[in-house]
C-alpha cells in the first residue's frame, strides 16, 4: 500500500514552528536555484507531492516575486522623489530616453499591481503603491509642463499675413472728407486716391501646430498615465495653463490687446480703426488655423478620452476666443457713426465666416456657451451696422450747413455721399441680408416720389434704401442751392453736383441698382438747369441786342439810344465775365456745353446788332468808347467762364482805355 512520506521539522510532530521552517526552507530552495517559470512550477509540483504543508508555496513564492518587482518599481519613483536630490532636475526625456522609459515603466508596474485585487486587499501595501503613485505623478506633472514649454514652437505672423490675400476697395475723397463730420470738410477739389482694405481670406491650405511634433508621443505616454491614475483633473489643468499662455501670446503676436468694453469705447476712431483691422486677421487666423491646431494636439494627446480632450481644448481655447469677442461686442456697442459702418461689416464679415468653424470645434456641450456667444456678438455687431447705416442716412437728411460752397462747386456733402455709396454697394450682400427684414414703409412711399414711377418690386433691400438715400441727397442739395443770391449760380451749383452724382453712378455697380432710367433722369434735369442758367444769366445781356426803343430803322435810329445800348451791353457782359470767371464747372465736358449754348445765343445777336447799327456809331467821335468788342473778342472771352479763377480784366481794361 503506498505511503506519504512528509518532512518532519527537528524532533518535533509537524507543529506550525516547524511547518514555517519547512516552508521558509523550501522557498530558500526555490529561489537560490534561480530557475525559469517553468522548472520552479515543477520543483514545486514535486515538494507537494513529498508533503501536503507544501501545497501553498506557490503562492507565497508568487507573492514574494510581486513585493520584490513593486520594490524595485518603487525604487525607480522614489529616486525622483521632491525630497531627493535627483529631483532637482527634470527627467532626461531627451538626453536619456531609456532612464524615461524605465521611470514610466516602473509606474505602469504599480498602476498594474494597483488595480490587481489581491493587492488590494493589502491595506499596507496599497498604502505604499498610492504613496508611490502621489510621487510619480507630482513628477509626470511637471514634466508635462515642462515637456509643453519647452517644445512650443512661436508664432511666425509673417507667414500667416503672407497667406492672406487682402482686398482693397479705390475710395477717392476729400483731404478729411471720409473722416469727420460734414461740416468740417475742407472745400480743396483736389481729390486724393484713398483706400478701404476690406478683410482678406485665408488660403485652404494653412496649418500650423504651435509644438515640435516629436513631443507629442511624449505627452501622450505622460497623459495616459495620469488620467489612468485618476489624476486626469491635474494633467488638464497643466495643459490648458500652458497651452492658454501660448494663445494669448498669439493674440499679441497679432496685434489684439487685452482691453475692456470702457477701454474701448474710449479709443479715438483712427487708432480704433487699427484695432479693428487687426481684429479681423486674428479672427480668421486664431479660428482657421491655431484652434485647429490646438484641436489636432489635445486629439493625439488625448485620444484616450473623449471627454478629456474635449475638457482640455475647450478650456484652453476658452479665454482666447472670448477676448475677441469682447472687442467685437464693445465695438457693437460703441458709439454710432458713419465711418465706422465698413469696419463694423468687415468685422460682421470675419466672424460670420468663421462661425461654422467655431461651431464645429465647441460642439460638445461644454463648448456651446463659446459659439452661443459668438453667436450673440455677430447678431449685436449686425444691429451696429444696420444703426450705423441709419445714422448715415440721417446725417445726410439733416445736414444743414448755410455756407455756400464758392463758385458753385461741388458740395463736400456729395462727395462725401457718393463716395460712401459706392463702398456701401460692395457690401450689398451683407446688407441685403441685415436689412431684408426692415421696414419697407419709406422706400414703398419712393415708387412715385418726383414722378420717377420706380419699379421696386424685385428691387433689393439695399437698392431700396440706396433709392431714398439718393432722393433725400437731391432735397438737401436744392435747399443748398437756395443759399445762392445770384439765381444763375444755383443752376451751375445744381449741374456740378447733380453730374457728379450720375458720373458715380455711371462708374460703379451703383448704376445696375439705380438703373438707366434714373441716370436718364437726371441728366435730362442737368440739361433743365442749363437752360435755367442762360435765361437767368444771359437774358439781360441779350435785351441790350433788342430793336425796341431805339426809334425806328438801322438809317434813322437814335444815336443817344444806341450809345446807350452798346454801353449797357457792355456793363452786362463785363459784370458777368467778372463774377462768372471766378465760378467753376468741374466737368470739361459741361463746362464747354455751356460755353457753347452762350456763344450760340450771345454771338449771333451781338453780331447781328452789330450789322444793322454798328456803322451809326463807328463813325463819330469816341466810337470805341461804345463799341468796344467784336464777335471774336466776345468769343474768346467766353473760354475764360466757369474756370474758377478771379482773373484781372487787363485786356478788357486796355480797351476801354
Known amino acids: 500500500m503506498a505511503t506519504t512520506t512528509t518532512i518532519s521539522g527537528g524532533g518535533g510532530s509537524g507543529g506550525a514552528g516547524g511547518e514555517d521552517r519547512v516552508m521558509a526552507t523550501a522557498q530558500q530552495i526555490v529561489k537560490s536555484l534561480n530557475t525559469t517559470k517553468e522548472v520552479t512550477e515543477d520543483m514545486l509540483l514535486i515538494f507537494s507531492s513529498f508533503d501536503n504543508r507544501l501545497s501553498n508555496i506557490s503562492n507565497l513564492i508568487e507573492t514574494k516575486t510581486e513585493v520584490d518587482q513593486f520594490e524595485a518599481a518603487e525604487k525607480v519613483i522614489m529616486r525622483w522623489d521632491s525630497n531627493s536630490e535627483a529631483s532637482r532636475h527634470t527627467l532626461p526625456w531627451d538626453e536619456a530616453p531609456e532612464e524615461a522609459a524605465e521611470y514610466l515603466a516602473a509606474v505602469?508596474?504599480?498602476?498594474?499591481?494597483?488595480?490587481?485585487?489581491?493587492?488590494?486587499?493589502?491595506?499596507?501595501?496599497?498604502?505604499?503603491?498610492?504613496?508611490?503613485?502621489?510621487?510619480?505623478?507630482?513628477?509626470?506633472?511637471?514634466?508635462?509642463?515642462?515637456?509643453?514649454?519647452?517644445?512650443?514652437?512661436?508664432?511666425?505672423?509673417?507667414?500667416?499675413?503672407?497667406?492672406?490675400?487682402?482686398?482693397?476697395?479705390?475710395?477717392?475723397?476729400?483731404?478729411?472728407?471720409?473722416?469727420?463730420?460734414?461740416?468740417?470738410?475742407?472745400?480743396?477739389?483736389?481729390?486724393?486716391?484713398?483706400?478701404?482694405?476690406?478683410?482678406?481670406?485665408?488660403?485652404?491650405?494653412?496649418?500650423?501646430?504651435?509644438?515640435?511634433?516629436?513631443?507629442?508621443?511624449?505627452?501622450?505616454?505622460?497623459?495616459?498615465?495620469?488620467?489612468?491614475?485618476?489624476?486626469?483633473?491635474?494633467?488638464?489643468?497643466?495643459?490648458?495653463?500652458?497651452?492658454?499662455?501660448?494663445?494669448?501670446?498669439?493674440?499679441?503676436?497679432?496685434?489684439?490687446?487685452?482691453?475692456?468694453?470702457?477701454?474701448?469705447?474710449?479709443?479715438?476712431?483712427?487708432?480704433?480703426?487699427?484695432?479693428?483691422?487687426?481684429?479681423?486677421?486674428?479672427?480668421?487666423?486664431?479660428?482657421?488655423?491655431?484652434?485647429w491646431g490646438e484641436k489636432r494636439l489635445c486629439d493625439q494627446a488625448f485620444s484616450g478620452s473623449d471627454l478629456i480632450k474635449e475638457v482640455c481644448f475647450t478650456e484652453t481655447a476658452k479665454s482666447c476666443v472670448m477676448q475677441l469677442l469682447n472687442f467685437g461686442e464693445a465695438v457693437a456697442i460703441g458709439r454710432r457713426s458713419s465711418e465706422k459702418l465698413f469696419r463694423i461689416l468687415d468685422m460682421y464679415d470675419a466672424l460670420a465666416d468663421v462661425l461654422p468653424d467655431l461651431e464645429a470645434l465647441f460642439s460638445d456641450e461644454l463648448g456651446q456657451f463659446v459659439w452661443s456667444e459668438a453667436r450673440g456678438v455677430l447678431a449685436g455687431l449686425g444691429e451696429a451696422a444696420k444703426g450705423t447705416f441709419a445714422e448715415f442716412e440721417n446725417a445726410v437728411r439733416s445736414e444743414t450747413s448755410r455756407r455756400p460752397i464758392q463758385g458753385g462747386e461741388i458740395h463736400p456733402l456729395t462727395r462725401y455721399v457718393m463716395n460712401y455709396v459706392k463702398l456701401v454697394v460692395d457690401y450689398s450682400e451683407t446688407l441685403n441680408t441685415l436689412l431684408e427684414s426692415e421696414d419697407d414703409d419709406e422706400s414703398d412711399h419712393l415708387q412715385n416720389r418726383d414722378g420717377d414711377n420706380l419699379q421696386l418690386g424685385n428691387t433689393p433691400p439695399i437698392g431700396r434704401r440706396l433709392l431714398l438715400l439718393m432722393s433725400c441727397l437731391e432735397s438737401n442739395l436744392t435747399e443748398k442751392s437756395k443759399l445762392y443770391e445770384d439765381n444763375a449760380m444755383q443752376y451751375i451749383f445744381l449741374m456740378n453736383n447733380i453730374l457728379y452724382i450720375v458720373q458715380k453712378v455711371k462708374d460703379s455697380e451703383l448704376g445696375k441698382i439705380l438703373g438707366d432710367h434714373w441716370v436718364r433722369k437726371r441728366r435730362g434735369q442737368i440739361r433743365q438747369y442749363a437752360t435755367s442758367y442762360l435765361r437767368a444769366s444771359w437774358s439781360k445781356v441779350l435785351a441790350c441786342l433788342k430793336d425796341e426803343g431805339i426809334g425806328g430803322s438801322s438809317s434813322n435810329a437814335s444815336k443817344m439810344a444806341l450809345k446807350e445800348r452798346f454801353k449797357n451791353f457792355n456793363a452786362c457782359f463785363e459784370d458777368i465775365y467778372r463774377i462768372q470767371t471766378a465760378w467753376k464747372v468741374h466737368d470739361a465736358q459741361l463746362r464747354e456745353e455751356l460755353r457753347i449754348s452762350i456763344s450760340e445765343k450771345v454771338i449771333p445777336a451781338y453780331r447781328s446788332f452789330m450789322g444793322r447799327f454798328g456803322n451809326n456809331l463807328e463813325s463819330g467821335r469816341n466810337a470805341g468808347k461804345y463799341i468796344k468788342y467784336t464777335p471774336e473778342d466776345l468769343e474768346n472771352y467766353l473760354l475764360d467762364l466757369f474756370e474758377g479763377s478771379s482773373l484781372v480784366l487787363h485786356h478788357m481794361r486796355r480797351k476801354t482805355a
Request: glycine share 4%.
Open 108 to 291: 505602469d508596474e504599480i498602476l498594474q499591481m494597483t488595480e490587481d485585487l489581491a493587492i488590494r486587499s493589502d491595506g499596507e501595501m496599497m498604502d505604499r503603491a498610492e504613496s508611490a503613485l502621489q510621487v510619480a505623478m507630482t513628477r509626470l506633472e511637471d514634466e508635462f509642463r515642462h515637456i509643453l514649454i519647452r517644445n512650443t514652437v512661436p508664432l511666425d505672423a509673417d507667414r500667416l499675413y503672407g497667406s492672406i490675400r487682402r482686398v482693397s476697395l479705390s475710395f477717392p475723397t476729400n483731404e478729411g472728407e471720409i473722416m469727420g463730420d460734414f461740416d468740417s470738410f475742407v472745400d480743396d477739389d483736389q481729390e486724393n486716391s484713398c483706400y478701404h482694405e476690406r478683410g482678406g481670406s485665408l488660403g485652404d491650405d494653412v496649418c500650423v501646430d504651435l509644438i515640435q511634433p516629436d513631443a507629442v508621443a511624449e505627452l501622450k505616454e505622460i497623459a495616459d498615465r495620469m488620467i489612468r491614475s485618476g489624476y486626469e483633473k491635474e494633467c488638464c489643468q497643466v495643459y490648458s495653463s500652458v497651452r492658454r499662455d501660448v494663445l494669448d501670446e498669439c493674440l499679441s503676436i497679432l496685434g489684439v490687446e487685452k482691453l475692456s468694453i470702457e477701454e474701448v469705447q474710449k479709443i479715438e476712431w483712427r487708432s480704433l480703426d487699427e484695432k479693428m483691422k487687426k481684429w479681423m486677421q486674428a479672427v480668421k487666423i486664431v479660428v482657421r488655423v491655431l484652434l
